[in-house]
């Protein structure tokens, strides 16, 4: 081939391409960025709630090189704690992140999506929502008040609450104002106490000022953080009220409709990575926090009895009964519910319990 027609050939090739090139959208890293707000029913910093919705934020700017930039408000920065809710579901923030049973007195169906008496433990909510059918009554539910909803944390098995005597039968709750919220506090009204909502912020001076005479709120860690030892003595478990407390991502659903696909699934994967990490954190810090209540502060570990659990269970079939009669959505949720705890609790009680409890047996484990 002639020298100069190879070169002027090559020349009209390489230009054709360059024009072909700018015809063209760049790859992912020229989209345009995504401004999140994000509000959260947690003080800022709060150890594992807070730090945990804290984390998915930085973690979703992170993933996506500050393409998705999220503005994280903590609980009153930007509106209440309990204001979240309408903050996201009316567009003005896109995001939340909360225990979605505070949305109960909107629909009972909500309480199931984080823990209801009796209920999951954190295996089992992850199966129920993965694979047992949780996940499409979530969406259903989320998107009758324009949502959409994830997994974004797990508190693991809750205890029971901190009292300022001693509960040695159902008699002893009668008349007990308690901050326990969630399907958790309508049982505690059927054995006649009195159940109170409360933000986490604001347990502390009202356990002091004597507003209320006991509270349930997490966990060892964090009950440690917000010194109820100050005012109450005896720390019972287990909690029969949140068995393993999911937290949520709630996202408006107009606006995650409007994502792309990949966009849907960064959010989802950092949903999820969180949902595992918040639950690894609390399972590494309770028990020496626990050690810590008892050896310092003097605290008094009890444990409900038989009698105390069985009026528990009584009360929590009267409360499953009015939730169930509330619609037809509530009533697939709980029936829902209900067969992953038998199909998923029959064979953990042969695998995980039967093991655990020979370990610990055998290691003196007590």
């Not at 090559?10 to 509000?39: E, K, L």
């Not at 979605?100 to 909107?106: A, F, N, Q």
């Not at 009890?302 to 929590?316: H, I, L, P, Q, S």
């Amino acid at each position: 081939m002639n020298r100069r027609k190879f070169i002027k050939g090559a020349a009209v090739a390489g230009g054709a391409t360059a024009v072909a090139a700018s015809n063209f959208p760049a790859p992912a890293i020229a989209q345009s960025r995504i401004d999140i707000a994000m509000v959260a029913t947690w003080g800022r910093d709060f150890p594992g709630l807070g730090t945990g919705a804290q984390r998915f934020a930085k973690r979703l700017s992170d993933m996506t090189d500050g393409r998705m930039n999220v503005k994280y408000y903590a609980a009153n920065e930007r509106v209440k704690a309990f204001d979240s809710f309408d903050e996201v579901a009316s567009g003005n923030a896109q995001m939340y992140h909360a225990a979605d049973y505070y949305w109960k007195g909107k629909h009972p169906g909500w309480a199931y999506f984080t823990a209801v008496p009796f209920g999951f433990v954190f295996s089992e909510i992850n199966s129920w929502i993965n694979f047992g059918g949780g996940q499409e009554l979530w969406d259903e539910l989320a998107a009758s008040f324009g949502l959409k909803c994830l997994p974004c944390g797990n508190t693991g098995v809750q205890m029971g609450g901190w009292f300022r005597k001693e509960i040695n039968s159902p008699d002893d709750l009668k008349g007990l104002k308690m901050r326990i919220p969630g399907l958790g506090g309508d049982v505690m009204a059927k054995l006649g106490a009195s159940p109170v909502s409360l933000p986490g912020g604001q347990i502390y001076e009202n356990l002091m000022s004597g507003a209320i005479d006991a509270t349930e709120w997490v966990g060892p860690w964090n009950d440690s953080f917000y010194k109820f030892y100050e005012a109450a003595k005896y720390y019972y478990y287990p909690g029969m009220h949140e068995p393993a407390s999911m937290l949520s991502l709630g996202m408006n659903k107009s606006w995650w409709d409007g994502l792309s696909n990949s966009d849907q699934l960064i959010i989802t994967a950092a949903a999820h990575t969180e949902n595992d990490v918040m639950m690894a954190e609390y399972n590494a810090k309770n028990g020496s926090s626990l050690d810590k209540l008892i050896r310092e502060q003097g605290v008094q570990l009890r444990v409900f009895n038989d009698d105390v659990y069985d009026a528990f269970g009584e009360a929590a079939e009267e409360v499953f009964s009015e939730a169930r009669a509330h619609s037809n959505l509530a009533n697939r949720i709980h029936a829902s519910f209900v067969k992953t705890r038998q199909d998923v609790g029959r064979w953990m009680n042969i695998s995980d319990q039967e093991y655990l409890r020979q370990r610990n047996r055998v290691l003196g484990v007590s």
